[in-house]
């Protein structure tokens, strides 16, 4: 066959010498501007429709905004009211070195019977400063001292020896640094709560009560000799009582020894101390007038007056003249 084929190239047309070149486009721009040109068709269509869902749907997202924005906590009125805590950080020191207790916790350290030992040696080398510890100081009370002096009371029950007898010379020589200590002790505290120092009498009497059974109970030794503390002490205490008795009958006719019973009370004591504080109650009858015993003219009289002050019937009988009349 004579016929010739036509066989295309083997080039494509736009790689030909005079072919037009035209921008290559990829597929993802021409898939943007199919789906463009057909948004503004259906908005051409639309019209008033198309913007009013347009609106709704800007408004709807609008709205879910703000609703997940206040459900946030940081706006919630729980974390406005709180204030969250401040960091402190400790300050370092620059350099660490040795120093001595401040004075504050060195006297954390000590006892009590460390700390007296050390602010009595003080104030014996600082008189000022005795003074001043003086002046302000509380005021003992009756507890406080009652306290003490049964300290001193059960150190001297346990100084005594096991077996034997208790009031033995041995028992006494076991003894007699703590008898010692107790009746000084006594000594120093009993003026404490006497007048003019104390000026109530309910305390001093109440003092005087419990002390002088602390006296009662000191031991009576085989040797007289040995007996001459518990004697001393049952004169001191009676010069007490004494002295207690006669301020307080200065004092509304001697109306608080009356009330509070300190005549049996008294009278129970010399009953025990052998007789050995009948001097106060001597006093006692001295100066009240209305006890048992000798008394001097007219106190029959003062009695009576006194019994009805105490009754409230002074007065109200009409056979007593009052005046002249």
């Excluded at 066989?7 to 597929?27: I, K, V």
């Excluded at 014996?124 to 005021?139: F, I, L, N, Q, W």
């Excluded at 100084?159 to 009746?183: E, I, M």
């Excluded at 109970?217 to 010069?239: C, F, G, M, T, V």
Aim: charged share 20%.
């Amino acid at each position: 066959m004579n016929t010739l084929l036509f066989s295309p190239s083997a080039f494509p047309p736009h790689l030909h010498a005079n072919a037009r070149h035209s921008p290559t486009r990829s597929a993802s721009t021409q898939a943007s501007t199919i789906s463009s040109r057909k948004r503004k068709a259906d908005d051409d269509d639309g019209g008033d429709y198309g913007q009013g869902r347009s609106r709704s749907r800007e408004s709807s997202s609008s709205g879910d905004v703000d609703d997940r924005m206040s459900a946030s906590p940081s706006h919630s009125p729980a974390m406005a009211a709180r204030s969250l805590p401040r960091l402190r950080h400790k300050r370092v020191r620059p350099n660490v070195t040795g120093r001595a207790l401040a004075l504050p916790r060195l006297l954390e350290t000590m006892d009590a019977q460390a700390l007296r030992t050390m602010l009595q040696s003080v104030c014996e080398r600082h008189p000022d400063v005795g003074t001043e510890v003086v002046s302000t100081a509380p005021r003992p009370t009756v507890l406080s001292a009652l306290d003490i002096l049964s300290k001193y009371e059960s150190s001297l029950r346990a100084s005594f020896p096991f077996g034997g007898s208790a009031t033995s010379n041995y028992a006494y020589d076991r003894v007699q640094q703590a008898l010692t200590a107790l009746l000084d002790a006594l000594e120093d505290f009993t003026p404490h709560f006497l007048p003019p120092n104390e000026s109530q009498a309910t305390v001093s009497l109440s003092f005087l009560d419990a002390a002088t059974d602390m006296v009662h109970r000191l031991p009576a030794w085989d040797d007289p000799q040995h007996n001459h503390h518990k004697n001393s002490a049952y004169e001191e205490i009676s010069k007490a009582w004494a002295l207690v008795v006669r301020e307080a009958a200065k004092r509304g006719g001697g109306i608080q020894l009356q009330y509070g019973g300190w005549d049996q009370k008294l009278a129970k004591h010399n009953e025990n101390a052998e007789g050995r504080m009948q001097g106060a109650v001597d006093e006692l009858k001295r100066s009240l007038g209305w006890m048992g015993g000798p008394q001097g003219p007219g106190s029959e009289d003062l009695a009576s007056v006194r019994q009805q002050l105490l009754s409230g019937t002074y007065g109200s009988n009409p056979s007593v003249r009052v005046g002249p009349w």
